[in-house]
T-cell receptor, first 111, second 112 residues
Framework: LAKTTQPISMDSYEGQEVNITCSHN???????ITWYQQFPSQGPRFIIQ???TKVTNEVASLFIPADRKSSTLSLPRVSLSDTAVYYC????????????FGKGTHLIIQP | DTEVTQTPKHLVMGMTNKKSLKCEQH?????MYWYKQKAKKPPELMFV???????INESVPSRFSPECPNSSLLNLHLHALQPEDSALYLC???????????FGSGTRLTVV
């Protein structure tokens, strides 16, 4: 599995756009990039997944450059409730081998 | 039903006790997982069941014993645990394609 590197922590303010970048230099051709969000004492929650270019859903956007060696999770107009740990994972879609989590990014939103 | 339900939410047990954690999903997912998460650390994979058969055991001590009675249920039997086993135990499920894992809220286990 490709190793991922994310900032350990980030701070921002309510109403701002937050971008969290993940580095995955050894990404394989059949790997997808998936982001999960986790609140304290809860299980991780799927946010968004993509293979290349840009993916957008109702909560976030995911930007993936052409070389796919990094990706950026973009959270528009964050609120206090977006304070959580965000995990970037890279791996193939096929196969039930379980997810391997990196250290994640602890995002703290202030009023 | 798009949830993974774990019971109990909290559990305190002594080192000589035997207890079980339960996990249930009704999404038709054929892969189910147990994870262990210590405070301020990422979840760590323990076991994977695929089509009700144990497919991955990440060198977990034998005091943890998983069981998959049917495609909707997953148990984790606990015996002779140590205080360092105290953690949040998470259950997850997925289609066998691995896309979009769904996690439960976990069982907070304290071993005294």
């Amino acid at each position: 599995l490709a190793k991922t590197t994310q900032p350990i922590s980030m701070d921002s303010y309510e109403g701002q756009e937050v971008n969290i970048t993940c580095s995955h230099n050894n990404i394989a051709t059949n790997d997808y990039i998936t982001w999960y969000q986790q609140f304290p004492s809860q299980g991780p929650r799927f946010i968004i997944q993509g293979y290349k270019t840009k993916v957008t859903n109702e909560v976030a956007s995911l930007f993936i450059p052409a070389d796919r060696k990094s990706s950026t999770l973009s959270l528009p107009r964050v609120s206090l409730s977006d304070t959580a740990v965000y995990y970037c994972l890279v791996g193939p879609l096929v196969g039930a081998d379980g997810l391997t989590f990196g250290k994640g990014t602890h995002l703290i939103i202030q009023p | 039903d798009t949830e993974v339900t774990q019971t109990p939410k909290h559990l305190v047990m002594g080192m000589t006790n035997k207890k079980s954690l339960k996990c249930e999903q009704h999404m038709g997912h054929r892969a189910m997982y147990w994870y262990k998460q210590k405070a301020k650390k990422p979840p760590e994979l323990m076991f994977v069941y695929s089509y009700e058969k144990l497919s991955i055991n990440e060198s977990v001590p034998s005091r943890f014993s998983p069981e998959c009675p049917n495609s909707s249920l997953l148990n984790l039997h606990l015996h002779a645990l140590q205080p360092e086993d105290s953690a949040l135990y998470l259950c997850a499920s997925s289609q066998d394609s691995g896309y979009g894992y769904t996690f439960g809220s976990g069982t907070r286990l304290t071993v005294v």
